[in-house]
């Protein structure tokens, strides 16, 4: 983050037309993006593009989720098809949606906006030991990496996180007690509909995972280890592509929870790398909120929506764009011949 | 509302490649939206227009406002160069921009964007009786109408209420007051900027306008009548706009404080045109939770914006054609081939 671009974008917000600080939260959006950016008014982060990285878990057997393991598959199906709900987000805001699998647990067939960055065929169960070992945590941030740099090369200003894997709010839920120290029963939710007889058992394997894999004492694991023991390839990927977006000044806007908790192991790498990251949204899940108090990151849309998919971040687009522009196209009190507040 | 169009906005809805519910309010606001055309899906409600009402506030007087009463008129020139906060959101959003003075207390000039529907030079002082005779609210209320029927005919298929008018949060509050019983420091609040002693002065400033105009007790005068007492020429205007734009079925997105306390005076007038009203934000005007509490209206964008305009509304906009679009372009469980819950 440049100090000398936030105190240009601060100084800037008082000379336009309009009451100090009435654009409440967008006016630290607008600094936000300044001080990433080095410059001001920072770049309107438009065209914005999606990248919905792809995965299975093993956790999956333990029955965390009412959605069979194939969902994850037909849903990849869906989004090349034109047919998701993230796909409808992307067309209002403009966006470009990349399906990338990174562990998805078949072989997909090739196909336009498909992007084969596969690390294995979904993790192991994090219950019962690591979910991935470090290499494999470690190709999955590259795939995320490349998939940055890859998507801002061919003319993306503005990155937007996406996931799809049936069962990853169970890893999320892990990763996010794992770096906050939070209890599992706080950080873990009903995902896209759990029952309550399996809320509790997602819960008790939350807990599990975490003392399997030593996790119960915050601090005593560095961040890629987490990663690697109770994560998702599609967190690790995640936190790749923030790693990336980040490195090439891009704005990053994250989703929800899956999104979060990814961030978590990113920060964990690389703290400064938030100075790049936008909460695009709340989710109903209880560990997002979490996730994103303990990043210092207050979400902009906050509709209960809990779908994943990258869903809540195409619609902070606009918001976000929203707040650039203000610094680009508003009028100053001067130039615009208009008087000042009476002190 | 249409009951049918409701119950088969519903049923498509879950049939949608997403678990059910999960978009959160975005499902509720496409249901409304089927109820409020008609017909499931809704059309998506694009494109937007915004029409800023104009006006200037007798109460000015009374010291409610750091900010000179010229800045008005300053207002609707920076709106006309495009250069105010709500053209960027406009641009950003894909809106028009009407400029409508109902009630400037000057001449203004001839400009491409404006139009003149001025009822008078500004209101009474709503504190030492009434603002408007009811023949003014009436021609204001029917300034709006004709607003409403001038830009759908233009092509408008969304209307987003604006306004602008220094010391108009004064009136608001005295509105919602007056429509829902609260006590003006309830309902009062800093507008765009002012210390804790003219917040004080505001409040008892609001109380009096109740008293002498006979409000203090709730449900003795009618809608039009409280409107007229208190309102301000923009109120009585968006009030009208928000009828407008209901009998053509057209969906009206509610800006802020200003537009909840009109959209109480238009609901007490014809208490149907709810059912055609989004809430486009809560801003952070304490009155504005109050009037939307009572409109049974749940904001969609809350960013702590307190400047009016129209912006907050504007920033809605993407997440109403969202809303709608999903209804449209998502696949069903049984065309794309995906697997439903297991339950």
């Known amino acids: ?85 993230a796909n409808a987000f992307a067309n209002q805001v403009g966006a470009t949606v990349r399906v990338v699998d990174v562990g998805v647990a078949a072989d997909l067939p090739a196909a336009p906006g498909l992007a084969i960055r596969k690390v ?36 993306a200003r503005c990155l937007v996180t996406g996931d799809m894997g049936i069962a990853n709010t169970t890893a999320s839920a892990a990763l996010i007690c794992a770096f906050t120290g939070r209890d599992a029963a706080e950080a873990t939710g009903r995902g896209t509909g759990v029952d309550d007889e399996t809320l509790t058992r997602k819960i008790e394997v939350v807990r599990e995972g975490l003392r399997v894999n030593g996790l119960l004492r915050e601090g005593a694991v560095p961040g890629l280890d987490i990663l690697a023991a109770v994560g998702g390839l599609e967190h690790a990927a995640i936190a790749g592509f923030i790693l990336g977006g980040a490195s090439l000044r891009v704005p990053v806007i994250l989703d929800g929870v899956i999104a979060g908790s990814a961030a978590l192991a990113a920060a964990a790498l690389a703290p400064d790398v938030l100075d790049h990251c936008v909460a695009g949204h709340r989710s109903a899940e209880p560990g997002h909120a979490v996730a994103l108090a303990h990043l210092g990151l207050r979400p902009l849309v906050e509709l209960e929506l809990r779908l994943g998919e990258g869903t809540g971040g195409l619609l902070a687009h606009p918001l976000v764009c929203a707040a650039a522009r203000v610094m680009h196209e508003v009028a100053t009190f001067d130039s615009a011949g208009v008087a000042e507040k009476e002190s």
Chains 1, 2 share one sequence.
């Open 1 to 85: 983050c440049d100090p000398e671009a936030v105190a240009a974008a601060r100084a800037h917000q008082e000379r336009l037309t309009k009451p100090r600080g009435s654009l409440g939260v967008l006016e630290e959006v607008a600094v936000r993006l300044a001080g990433a950016a080095a410059v001001s008014p920072p770049p309107v982060p438009a065209p914005a593009a999606l990248a919905i990285f792809a995965a299975d878990h093993g956790v999956h057997a333990r029955g965390v989720s009412p959605w069979p393991q194939e969902v994850t598959q037909q849903m990849v199906g869906n989004f090349l098809a034109g047919g998701a709900v």
């Open 120 to 155: 294995a065929y979904g993790t192991a169960d994090l219950s019962r030991g690591p979910a991935m070992t470090r290499e494999q945590a470690v190709a999955a941030l590259e795939a995320g990496i490349a998939t940055a740099r890859e998507l801002v090369e061919e003319g």
